[in-house]
């Protein structure tokens, strides 16, 4: 089992999902992962609950504003990343070109955030931890496991976030798109992989990968709940995967690991 307590800068720490509907989302992936969700305390501020397998946090669960669903914002699970300091990445990342979505702001005494879009087009959280670390289990079944960006400019996506978090890649050879791994810290951690014609008008964005023990099983179960099969299960290097959406639309990945794989 892999417990975290601390997220080094530049790790991704924790995805939360912001939905069109806190309710049916809960229901969702309750039955979908057998998560529970725990209510927070936010203060006067929007309603959010902690999604936890067992003891463990695992990802967490808010609704999108009215502003946002009249807007017709799509509900979408948002990838976090670990840093010292939430303004001064900020600042840094305005200067290496990308557009502060959601300007650094305290969550209670959790952490400090802030919502930055690459030059590329891809969205992400920066995360500054308090008494939030983050994901306490990842790399297990029903637990985060990969964070993915798929990008039209792969080339100046890797220079941004090099810049910005100090992150080194490798190609990915398997992969039948330019793909390229990134590494922090010598371990693989996540992926950068080139949008082809094939996506359409589809916009660059984050994907959050979650581990499962049976990939079929998960798809048939997400089918029955109401969600959405984007891709059908099929066979990787380290595993099988699939691409899914929940009641409300919002897009994620499954990974059942073959033997002792692991995607980081």
Same mark, same amino acid.
Request: one cysteine or more; a negative charge.
């Given at each position: 089992m892999t417990v975290r307590t601390s997220y080094a800068p530049g790790e991704f720490c924790w995805v939360d999902l912001a939905s069109h509907g806190i309710a049916a989302a809960r229901d969702f992936y309750r039955d979908l992962f057998g998560w529970t969700a725990e209510e927070q305390d936010t203060q006067g501020g929007p309603p959010y609950s902690l999604f936890k397998s067992g003891?463990?946090?695992v990802a967490g669960l808010g609704e999108m504003n009215d502003v946002m669903k009249s807007q017709g914002v799509p509900?979408?699970?948002?990838?976090?990343?670990?840093v010292e300091d939430v303004e001064k990445t900020v600042a840094q990342a305005a200067e290496l070109g990308a557009e502060v979505i959601v300007p650094g702001m305290k969550v209670v005494e959790a952490g400090w955030l802030a919502f930055l879009q690459d030059p590329t087009g891809g969205v992400f959280g920066i995360w500054? +931890?308090?008494?939030?670390?983050?994901s306490s289990l990842v790399d297990e079944p029903v637990a985060p496991t990969w964070n993915e960006l798929a990008t039209r400019d792969r080339e100046g996506a890797r220079t941004f976030y090099s810049s910005l978090m100090g992150w080194d890649f490798q190609p990915n050879p398997d992969s039948p798109s330019p793909y390229d791994i990134i590494m922090i810290g010598g371990e693989q951690k996540g992926g950068i992989l080139e949008m082809n014609e094939q996506w359409g008008d589809i916009p660059p964005q984050w994907t959050v990968y979650?581990?499962?023990?049976?990939?079929?099983?998960?798809? +048939?179960?997400?089918s029955e709940l109401g969600g959405r099969v984007n891709v059908p299960a099929f066979d990787i290097s380290v595993g099988r995967l699939a691409m899914l959406a929940d009641v409300h639309g919002a897009g994620f990945s499954v990974i059942q690991l073959q033997g002792d794989s692991k995607m980081r």
């Open positions: 003891d463990h946090e509900p979408s699970w948002n990838t976090y990343i670990s500054q +931890a308090g008494e939030h670390c983050g979650f581990c499962v023990a049976d990939v079929d099983a998960t798809v +048939a179960r997400a």
